[in-house]
């Protein structure tokens, strides 16, 4: 559906493939970026034990087909040079609230179905493991491939897809281990939320000459859209707690008495259905308004989980409240 697709149709096999590889040699050329990105929250170090994840909007697709740069010969990146940019701008600032994250801190990387949000992760992890390991350069003069950041001699970084899951990497963990770096995210499809079809989107914006933040004020607002697009936001809030209330759980198992930081890359729509509920404001394009409008790319918005499921949002300015402990989530029907 070109650029009306933010994660919520079957991705073309092309968009399976065109993750990682490639990516390093787009980005390393590229110099840092100074502070680019306006109101992002910015990741603080969790408390013991806490769960923290950043939902973050996906960066920009190449704005044409000239934009696209090219992984390697006959092969495209989904992202295009400023996305590239801005994914460079929230890692840079993400790697170094990891280096002041507490000790024992897990990090690790959630990516959806979606070509442009597995590159993004990849620049994280980039700058992730470059903290921990060093730079290629860097290791060439240390052997043993130590930590070269001071205070992280004991932390490791585990690649996911060679290890098979995060249980196997769990194992391998011991009470020598300091911080740990787990590089290629896991796929989580449209992070707990379901993937549903917005053909109608593109049809509203021609037929009633509005754009996308038009039409997702619309869908938050009208049920008659909702029914349109066979889905409502009270819905997708709903899956978005399970899928926290889940992962919760997990990483508790997996990491007992750690802190663990997950940046969780995904779409504008699910994300803004979900701060706005977390916020527990109405839902509605007004309230879409009074929150300064949809999420930006590479913003976030900060969920921290305490252990006893009690949970704290911090978007742009705002702050609330919320219990991941609640038996009922409201699931209004299209």
Same mark, same amino acid.
């Given at each position: 559906?070109?650029?009306?697709?933010?994660?919520?149709?079957?991705?073309?096999?092309?968009?399976?493939?065109?993750?990682?590889?490639?990516?390093?040699?787009?980005?390393?050329?590229?110099?840092?970026?100074?502070?680019?990105?306006?109101?992002?929250?910015?990741?603080?170090?969790?408390?013991?034990?806490?769960?923290?994840?950043?939902?973050? *909007?996906?960066?920009?697709?190449? &704005? @044409?087909?000239?934009?696209?740069?090219?992984?390697?010969?006959?092969?495209?990146?989904?992202?295009?040079?400023?996305?590239?940019?801005?994914?460079?701008?929230?890692?840079?600032?993400?790697?170094?609230?990891?280096?002041?994250?507490?000790?024992? @801190?897990?990090?690790?990387?959630?990516?959806?179905?979606?070509? *442009?949000?597995?590159?993004?992760?990849?620049?994280?992890?980039?700058?992730?493991?470059?903290?921990?390991?060093?730079?290629?350069?860097?290791?060439?003069?240390?052997?043993? &491939?130590?930590?070269? !950041?001071?205070?992280? !001699?004991?932390?490791?970084?585990?690649?996911?897809?060679?290890?098979?899951?995060?249980?196997?990497?769990?194992?391998?963990?011991?009470?020598?281990?300091?911080?740990?770096?787990?590089?290629?995210?896991? *796929?989580?499809?449209?992070?707990?939320?379901?993937?549903?079809?917005?053909?109608?989107? &593109?049809?509203?914006?021609?037929?009633?000459?509005?754009?996308?933040?038009?039409?997702?004020?619309?869908?938050?607002?009208?049920?008659?859209?909702?029914?349109?697009?066979?889905?409502?936001?009270?819905?997708?809030?709903?899956?978005?707690?399970?899928?926290?209330?889940?992962?919760?759980?997990?990483?508790?198992?997996?990491?007992?008495?750690?802190?663990?930081?997950?940046?969780?890359?995904?779409?504008?729509?699910?994300?803004?259905?979900?701060?706005?509920?977390?916020?527990?404001? &109405?839902?509605?394009?007004? @309230?879409?308004?009074?929150?300064?409008?949809?999420?930006?790319?590479? !913003?976030?918005?900060?969920?921290?989980?305490?252990?006893?499921?009690?949970?704290?949002?911090?978007?742009?300015?705002?702050?609330?409240?919320?219990?991941?402990?609640?038996?009922?989530?409201?699931?209004?029907?299209?």
């Amino acid at each position: 559906m070109g650029f009306f697709n933010r994660g919520h149709e079957t991705p073309s096999p092309e968009a399976e493939t065109e993750m990682t590889p490639g990516i390093t040699e787009a980005v390393n050329p590229l110099p840092q970026p100074e502070e680019i990105i306006p109101d992002e929250v910015t990741a603080q170090a969790p408390d013991e034990a806490s769960l923290e994840i950043i939902e973050r *909007r996906h960066p920009l697709k190449p &704005k @044409t087909a000239d934009d696209a740069m090219e992984a390697r010969e006959g092969e495209k990146l989904a992202l295009g040079l400023d996305g590239i940019i801005e994914a460079q701008a929230a890692a840079v600032r993400y790697a170094e609230s990891f280096k002041n994250a507490p000790a024992k @801190t897990v990090v690790l990387g959630y990516v959806s179905n979606q070509g *442009r949000t597995g590159e993004a992760a990849s620049i994280f992890d980039q700058e992730l493991r470059h903290v921990v390991e060093g730079s290629s350069a860097d290791l060439s003069a240390n052997e043993n &491939k130590t930590s070269l !950041e001071p205070g992280l !001699e004991d932390s490791k970084v585990f690649d996911l897809q060679e290890a098979g899951s995060l249980e196997a990497i769990a194992a391998q963990i011991d009470d020598q281990t300091d911080k740990v770096v787990i590089v290629n995210a896991e *796929r989580h499809s449209n992070m707990g939320m379901r993937e549903w079809d917005m053909g109608a989107l &593109k049809q509203d914006m021609q037929s009633l000459g509005i754009d996308e933040v038009g039409a997702l004020k619309k869908w938050l607002s009208e049920p008659e859209t909702q029914i349109r697009y066979k889905v409502t936001p009270e819905q997708i809030a709903g899956e978005g707690r399970v899928f926290l209330q889940e992962q919760a759980a997990k990483m508790k198992e997996l990491f007992p008495g750690r802190p663990v930081m997950i940046n969780a890359i995904g779409h504008s729509w699910e994300y803004d259905a979900q701060i706005i509920s977390f916020l527990n404001e &109405k839902m509605s394009g007004e @309230t879409l308004e009074k929150l300064g409008g949809m999420i930006g790319t590479m !913003e976030g918005a900060k969920i921290t989980i305490q252990p006893d499921g009690e949970a704290t949002i911090s978007y742009r300015d705002m702050e609330a409240r919320f219990s991941l402990n609640d038996d009922e989530v409201p699931q209004s029907e299209v």
